[in-house]
């Protein structure tokens, strides 16, 4: 399975920007493309009320999937036991395919038999924008297998005259089932499928039968089939083109696709039903159909009783314009560091008038990364926090702006020190089964409270000397803005002599080690949410931990545990030894002395998972198979394994990687396939799904792409048989008959396509149009009458230090909008008109009962 990361913490997997050498103008755009990049976050919270086993052992063993249509793009780990599993896992991915539904799957593990599906919440692509940034509870609905249906069909019907050999004239139907695309996946592969093509009628069912397509989910049938439709009596020439009303109003053809069984029974994959007076005007007919679930589906299903799933989903899809459109907001954004007041610059009012900031923060964060504008941001948006502080203890604990902002920069650049630092630990705890418990209303029986304490301590101990020796391995970008926040803390509070410790604790130890290490999945140092005892202790390890930051950097004579049970434990750490390793570790990492990081020269961990190799050598009757293999990708190697941890068995130096990209699937008819060609010969490689598939080229293309020697061309079928399948050439080293992928940013770690991010923060103020409306109105209101007047619920809550200012920006941000609506809307226009109704990227939902 692909593993999700959080939105913060993910490499960006976008595709390349595309290329633009003329200056923008009338219809340009349409020259040039645009690129449609859909990404999906998220959280799946939480189950409750499922349905119990009969009998005295009620409780199931439950996870959850994720499911682009029916291609299982995420799992999550199996919560034991429960009728309630607390699933708490974080999503993050690049969609990079189309689809119809996003389904959400709450599967009970059977180790004897397959896995039972308790039940699904199925959401149609349309009406994701209805559930964005909201938790949920959805009823969880019956999985009928005639209900699980994906794909499409193109059909064509055409209607002739046909006469008998005793001189009557008929009509005669020709059906013509030419392709179908994107069947679904069964038990992970392609599938074998046929089509049944029926005449339905209220006295007549004619069937007639497909071949049987192998390994394919674009089966090409390419078949035409007949059917007499009516018989005229008597034959006269205004009724030899015309099919009878009464006749045609009742007849349809249905066409069924199915997977073919071999021993076992077929699967249904699918049905549409034409009916035959779409020829009513015209003798010819063709089209895309998507395919529908059958008739009784879940019809007589109840739906109120399996339970149900509480999910946070949020869908975005972005038409991202070549990059000169981007010009005017991009530089309006990367001035806000030096307005005065920060709260009149456009990132701020950003901010200001998103529903959830947290929408804002992301791409906002991203940009000004990318562009070196973070630090000076932050530093303002801090020091704006700051004269709302009154108290040194409280410093930074809010949830603002600023604190959302540094947030998600430590996630985003702090990924790499979190996995060097942290990574070992929380793998050593996570799959020992040591009992950490200190509670005694929560010991198990047989239970021993002192070794437990121990346990824990030692834990504590060793968590606590690897952070506090990690300081040089912090990233540049934290220690400037930990310098930063520190002077200005100081200057706040020049009679505290703690604080300037506090101000950074409260970020590096409070909302960044602490929260890795209480959710290790969150921060992609762990593949899952762990099980609730590793929980309890990495709870209480983190509890430890962000207590002795903030005790050693406010020299405290007491912890502040509320618990009396921690109290007692923490006595174990009150010593002079601590607080000095904390205040010199965040002397160190709050210094504007330059770091080398230790990732420069150790390899960089940055992606590993289980696929599918076809055989590099040859076997002895010829034939080369896939084999299910460990792959590992560090900066400085590509390795794949038999097993995690086990010696590789091949291996390939990044430097020697010339191209990655996909490999078409009729070259092993096999979806989600790759190949990395390197210097030997090329590796072919099978992904789970399209998710992961996509990932991995992704993060491959980013570690080879300044290489020498990269290739411009390539082949996207294999070498098979003594030729290449794609333009038949013979020699093995015939150059490439397609132009490689473009290339992507060079920078592993932040890879940040700075026009998309500027696309979602176009959005966001295209979405919050009225609350920028009032925020303008309020600067008016307030340079009238000298003052805010406190009105509830209109502009009150706004911060408006400098209403002449705030209001220029606002003029501005409105006309750059504006602007960018003109292109997007032209965009619109064009795709819609460009898709037609029937076509294949705007199939027709087909007759359902």
């Known amino acids: 399975m692909a593993a999700a990361v959080p939105a913060a913490a993910a490499a960006s997997s976008e595709a390349p920007v595309a290329s633009a050498t003329a200056e923008p103008g009338a219809g340009d755009e349409d020259s040039r493309e645009v690129r449609v990049l859909q990404s999906l976050r998220g959280k799946i919270c939480e189950a409750k009320n499922l349905l119990p086993y009969l009998g005295p052992n009620k409780m199931r063993d439950c996870f959850c999937t994720i499911n682009l249509d029916q291609e299982e793009v995420y799992r999550t780990q199996v919560v034991e036991k429960s009728l309630s599993p607390f699933f708490s896992e974080e999503f993050y991915f690049e969609i990079p395919r189309t689809f119809q539904y996003l389904s959400f799957y709450v599967y009970d593990k059977n180790v004897l038999q397959r896995d039972l599906r308790i039940g699904k919440v199925a959401i149609k692509k349309e009406d994701l924008c209805n559930h964005s940034g909201k938790e949920t509870w959805f009823s969880l609905q019956p999985v009928d297998s005639n209900s699980e249906v994906q794909g499409k069909v193109h059909l064509e ?15 005669q139907l020709v059906v013509h089932i030419m392709a179908c695309h994107g069947l679904p996946l069964i038990n992970g592969q392609s599938c074998d499928p046929y089509a049944t093509v029926s005449l339905v009628g209220p006295s007549r069912n004619d069937q007639k039968k497909t071949k049987v397509k192998k390994k394919t989910s674009n089966p090409q049938f390419n078949e035409i089939f007949y059917f007499e439709v009516t018989r005229s009596s008597s034959y006269t020439r205004k009724s030899q083109f015309q099919v009878e009303e009464e006749d045609i109003e009742k007849l349809e053809i249905r066409i069924d696709l199915w997977n073919n069984g071999n021993l076992v029974q077929d699967i249904f994959l699918g049905e549409i039903k034409v009916p035959v007076n779409v020829l009513r005007n015209d003798s010819f007919h063709q089209a895309w ?13 109840k739906t109120d009783d399996l339970g149900s799933l509480r999910l946070n989903i949020c869908y975005t899809e972005d038409y991202v314009l070549p990059s000169e459109y981007y010009g005017p907001l991009k530089t309006l954004l990367l001035k806000s560091p030096d307005v005065q007041p920060i709260s009149a610059s456009a990132a701020y009012i950003l901010g200001e008038i998103c529903r959830d900031k947290n929408d804002a923060v992301l791409p906002l964060v991203r940009l000004l990364l990318h562009h070196d504008k973070l630090v000076p941001f932050a530093t303002a948006v801090a020091e704006l926090d700051l004269k709302d502080t009154q108290d040194a203890n409280t410093i930074f604990r809010g949830n603002s702006l600023a604190t959302r902002c540094l947030d998600e920069m430590m996630k985003i650049v702090g990924g790499h020190y979190l996995k060097v630092t942290l990574k070992p630990i929380l793998d050593e705890i996570c799959e020992s089964s040591k009992s950490c418990e200190i509670d005694p209303i929560k010991l198990k029986e047989g239970d021993n409270v002192e070794n437990n304490k121990e346990n824990l301590r030692y834990y504590v101990d060793k968590l606590f000397s690897t952070i506090v020796k990690s300081s040089m391995s912090c990233p540049t970008v934290m220690c400037d803005t930990f310098y930063s926040l520190r002077q200005m803390a100081t200057q706040r509070f020049p009679n505290d002599p703690h604080v300037q410790y506090s101000a950074v604790s409260s970020f590096v130890f ?12 969150t921060f992609h140092l762990r593949p899952h949410h762990p099980d609730p005892q590793t929980i309890r202790t990495l709870t209480l390890i983190s509890k430890t931990i962000q207590t002795l930051g903030s005790w050693g950097s406010l020299s405290k004579s007491k912890s502040s545990f509320k618990e009396t049970f921690m109290c007692e434990f923490f006595k174990m750490f009150q010593e002079e030894g601590y607080i000095i390793a904390v205040k010199k570790f965040l002397d160190e990492i709050s210094s504007t002395e330059t770091k080398e990081s230790s990732g420069t020269s150790e390899p960089v961990h940055l992606k590993e998972g289980e696929m599918y190799k076809r055989a590099q050598g040859r076997t002895r009757i010829g034939k080369k198979n896939f084999k299910k293999r460990w792959f590992c990708l560090t900066s400085r190697e590509l390795t794949y394994h038999k097993q995690p941890g086990k010696d590789a068995i091949y291996t390939i130096p990044v ?7 996909k490999l078409e699937e009729s070259s092993f008819n096999k979806k989600n396939m790759f190949q990395v060609i390197h210097m030997e010969k090329p590796l072919y490689v099978q992904a789970n799904n399209c998710v992961e598939a996509n990932e991995w080229i992704d993060v491959l293309c980013r570690v080879s792409r300044c290489n020498q020697n990269r290739l411009s061309f390539y082949h996207p079928s294999a070498y098979l048989n003594g030729n290449w399948l794609c333009c038949l050439e013979t020699s093995e080293n015939a150059l490439g008959c397609k132009p490689c992928t473009a290339g992507v940013p060079a920078d592993i770690q932040i890879d940040i396509d700075e026009d998309r991010e500027t696309e979602r923060m176009y959005s966001l103020f295209t979405l919050s149009l009225l609350k920028l409306q009032k925020m303008e109105e309020a600067c008016g209101t307030i340079a009238v009458y000298q003052g805010p007047q406190k009105e509830p619920d209109d502009y009150s809550n706004f911060v408006i230090e400098d209403s002449v200012t705030t209001f220029k920006t606002i003029q501005q941000i409105k006309s750059i909008i504006e602007k960018l609506d003109e292109p997007h809307e032209k965009y619109r226009k064009k795709r819609s008109s460009s898709a037609k109704y029937g076509s294949k990227e705007n199939p027709i939902v087909g007759k359902t009962s």
């Open 157 to 171: 019907l055409k209607l002739n005259e046909l006469i008998t050999e005793n001189g009557t004239v008929c009509q």
């Open 510 to 521: 409070l909302r960044f080690f602490a929260v890795a290490v209480v959710s290790p999945h």
């Open 655 to 661: 430097k020697n990687i010339l191209a990655v990209e």
């Open 289 to 301: 159909y998507l395919l529908q679930p059958r008739d009784n589906g879940n019809k007589s299903s």
